[in-house]
Structures are given as structure tokens and as C-alpha cells.
């Protein structure tokens, strides 16, 4: 005979009641969750210390990195699971990438990304990388999903380069949204070719550009050595994040919280404007993974 508790008409009725007071009060019944509570934007930051060694990227660092993130986002235990959460077979694949000399996308994370989508089952002819060129790709313009991977740097028009910068290569005219200190950025992800297509934002923080001066302007004393990928489905989310980070090293390194000109406000103008995502680190649940030695959040 089971040692199972048998259920009484009498008990089911009492655990129906229960079930519907929690209910009223906010609270789910089976897993004492807070039903009123807001759910949190979930950000991944994970660093590797050997993410960069002697001044070169590390490869299967980079793809340590990614896969990590990925079953940390996804809730799964293996990278093929977690890739085959945002892509499969019959997806057309364009991996926006950034190429400004100074600091580009990592060609071992673009190559990291590629290999994750085709490993999700996404034909290789099926993908592109591509930045100033995307209007003239074809994969880009029959795309079904989008990666969007930029490194994070201070900007001269912006504030600072970073997630919602990057898909302003979509458009013909990228100086039409320059008014106000780019602070319509939100609208790239409106457009055709670029609305509801975006499944990962990686945002590359392995030597942020924290200080610049004019619009091209590179010092590598204002770069340092963070190690770091900041990765979600929010752009808004993981700029807030990374902007954070920046400011913090800001602060360290001036010894005074000196404020960016122009402002990066259209991060903030992303989520209370134009409604794309979370500008707000209270509603972020940022998850950190791996080396945690300045953090600096």
C-alpha cells in the first residue's frame, strides 16, 4: 500500500480555500512567490581574468564567457540547450557587429556568436556579420533574428557607444537622430528591418573607453583592463549596467564624480520614453559571474 496522504473531499476543499486566499492577497499558493512583486530585467555580467592576455583576446575565454551567460539567462545546463533557446534551423541570422578602428568587436567573440547560432542549428549560409555594410547585405535585410555586440566606449554625439548606438547603421542618415544628444536612439529598434528581431545583446566590456575628447578621439591611458561581457535581452537593461560601470571607474580614476558631456541620457529616454526596456538598476536582477576583483558595481 502507498505511504502516500490520501486527499479528503474535505481537505481539497480546505486547500482550494487557502489557494484562493493566496490568490487575493498577492501570493501564489504552491511557490510563496510575492504575485505583486515586479518582475526584475535579468542581466549577466561574467568577467574571466585571462579574457585578455598580453594585449590579445582570448578566444575560448570569450566562449567560456558566452556559454556561462547563456545557461545562467536560459536556466539550462548545457550551451547547445541554452543557444537552441534563441535560435533554430529555419533562422536567417544578422550579427550586428562594430567596427571603429580604435576599438572593435573582438573577431573571437563574433566567431564565438556564429559558432553558437549554427550549433543552435542555423545554417552557416544563413548568417552575416556585418556593421556599416548591413544595409547591403542580404542576409541583414531578410533577417528573422538579430545579435547586437558592440564594445563600450565614451561617445562624442552620445555620451557613450554602447547597445542602442550600434543599430545606427540601419538607417541611410545617421546624423537624423543626433539632435538632443541621440536622445531617440530607442526609435533604430522600431524600424522594419531591425523591430522585434533582436534575441541577444552582448555588450563588449573587456577594456572600456571611460573618457574621451572630440568625436574620434582614442587614448588608451582612458581604457583599462575590466575583462568583462555584459549579456541579456534588454539593450536598455545592459546599457544602464554598463554605464554604470563606466561612471564607477570614472569616479576611481578622476577621484571626483565628474559628468559626462554630452549626457548618455537617451538610455534613460530608451525606457521612460520609448518604453524599449529597464533603464532602472532597481528593477535589473544582474547576475555576476566569475571574477569578481573591481567589479566596480
Same mark, same amino acid.
Given at each position: 500500500?502507498?505511504?502516500?496522504?490520501?486527499?479528503?473531499? /474535505?481537505?481539497?476543499?480546505?486547500?482550494?480555500? @487557502?489557494?484562493?486566499?493566496?490568490?487575493?492577497?498577492?501570493?501564489?499558493?504552491?511557490?510563496?512567490?510575492?504575485?505583486?512583486?515586479?518582475?526584475?530585467?535579468?542581466?549577466?555580467?561574467?568577467?574571466?581574468?585571462?579574457?585578455?592576455?598580453?594585449?590579445?583576446?582570448?578566444?575560448?575565454?570569450?566562449?567560456?564567457?558566452?556559454?556561462?551567460?547563456?545557461?545562467?539567462?536560459?536556466?539550462?545546463?548545457? %550551451?547547445?540547450?541554452?543557444?537552441?533557446?534563441?535560435?533554430?534551423?529555419?533562422? *536567417?541570422?544578422?550579427?550586428?557587429?562594430?567596427?571603429?578602428?580604435?576599438?572593435?568587436? %573582438?573577431?573571437?567573440?563574433?566567431?564565438?556568436?556564429?559558432?553558437? @547560432?549554427?550549433?543552435?542549428?542555423?545554417?552557416?549560409?544563413? *548568417?552575416? *556579420?556585418?556593421?556599416?555594410? =548591413?544595409?547591403?547585405?542580404?542576409?541583414?535585410?531578410?533577417?528573422?533574428?538579430?545579435?547586437?555586440?558592440?564594445?563600450?566606449?565614451?561617445?562624442?554625439?552620445?555620451? =557613450?557607444?554602447?547597445?542602442?548606438?550600434?543599430?545606427?547603421?540601419?538607417?541611410?542618415?545617421?546624423?537624423?537622430?543626433?539632435?538632443?544628444? @541621440?536622445?531617440?536612439?530607442?526609435?533604430?529598434?522600431?524600424?522594419?528591418?531591425?523591430?522585434?528581431?533582436? /534575441?541577444?545583446?552582448?555588450?563588449?566590456?573587456?577594456? %572600456?573607453?571611460?573618457?574621451?575628447?572630440?568625436?574620434?578621439?582614442?587614448?588608451?591611458?582612458?581604457?583599462?583592463?575590466?575583462?568583462?561581457?555584459?549579456?541579456?535581452?534588454?539593450?536598455?537593461? @545592459?546599457?544602464?549596467?554598463?554605464?554604470?560601470?563606466?561612471?564607477?571607474?570614472?569616479?576611481?580614476?578622476?577621484?571626483?564624480?565628474?559628468?559626462?558631456?554630452?549626457?548618455?541620457?537617451?538610455?534613460?529616454?530608451?525606457?521612460?520614453?520609448?518604453?524599449?526596456?529597464?533603464?532602472?538598476?532597481?528593477?535589473?536582477?544582474? =547576475?555576476?559571474?566569475?571574477?569578481?576583483?573591481?567589479?566596480?558595481?
Amino acid at each position: 500500500m502507498s505511504n502516500s496522504k490520501l486527499v479528503t473531499r /474535505r481537505d481539497f476543499l480546505k486547500g482550494a480555500s @487557502c489557494a484562493a486566499m493566496g490568490l487575493a492577497v498577492g501570493v501564489n499558493p504552491i511557490l510563496g512567490e510575492d504575485l505583486t512583486a515586479e518582475k526584475l530585467t535579468k542581466v549577466i555580467l561574467i568577467r574571466h581574468q585571462d579574457a585578455v592576455v598580453d594585449g590579445e583576446v582570448n578566444g575560448a575565454a570569450l566562449k567560456s564567457m558566452m556559454d556561462q551567460a547563456l545557461m545562467e539567462l536560459t536556466g539550462t545546463e548545457h %550551451p547547445i540547450d541554452a543557444w537552441q533557446k534563441y535560435f533554430t534551423e529555419d533562422d *536567417i541570422v544578422g550579427i550586428k557587429s562594430n567596427e571603429w578602428g580604435p576599438l572593435p568587436t %573582438p573577431l573571437a567573440l563574433e566567431q564565438v556568436i556564429r559558432q553558437g @547560432c549554427i550549433l543552435a542549428g542555423v545554417h552557416p549560409e544563413n *548568417i552575416d *556579420i556585418d556593421d556599416r555594410g =548591413v544595409l547591403k547585405s542580404e542576409i541583414f535585410q531578410k533577417s528573422t533574428a538579430l545579435v547586437n555586440a558592440r564594445p563600450m566606449r565614451t561617445h562624442h554625439w552620445s555620451g =557613450v557607444g554602447s547597445l542602442l548606438k550600434n543599430y545606427i547603421m540601419f538607417v541611410e542618415r545617421p546624423w537624423d537622430y543626433h539632435d538632443n544628444s @541621440c536622445a531617440d536612439l530607442a526609435k533604430l529598434w522600431e524600424l522594419p528591418i531591425t523591430k522585434g528581431k533582436t /534575441r541577444l545583446n552582448v555588450l563588449v566590456m573587456l577594456t %572600456p573607453l571611460f573618457h574621451g575628447i572630440g568625436a574620434h578621439h582614442f587614448d588608451k591611458e582612458f581604457t583599462w583592463g575590466y575583462h568583462g561581457l555584459i549579456v541579456g535581452t534588454d539593450p536598455v537593461a @545592459c546599457d544602464a549596467v554598463g554605464l554604470s560601470i563606466i561612471k564607477a571607474r570614472r569616479l576611481e580614476y578622476f577621484g571626483e564624480d565628474r559628468p559626462m558631456k554630452p549626457s548618455p541620457h537617451h538610455i534613460a529616454f530608451a525606457d521612460t520614453k520609448h518604453g524599449l526596456g529597464t533603464a532602472d538598476l532597481n528593477k535589473i536582477d544582474l =547576475v555576476k559571474l566569475g571574477w569578481e576583483e573591481g567589479i566596480l558595481i
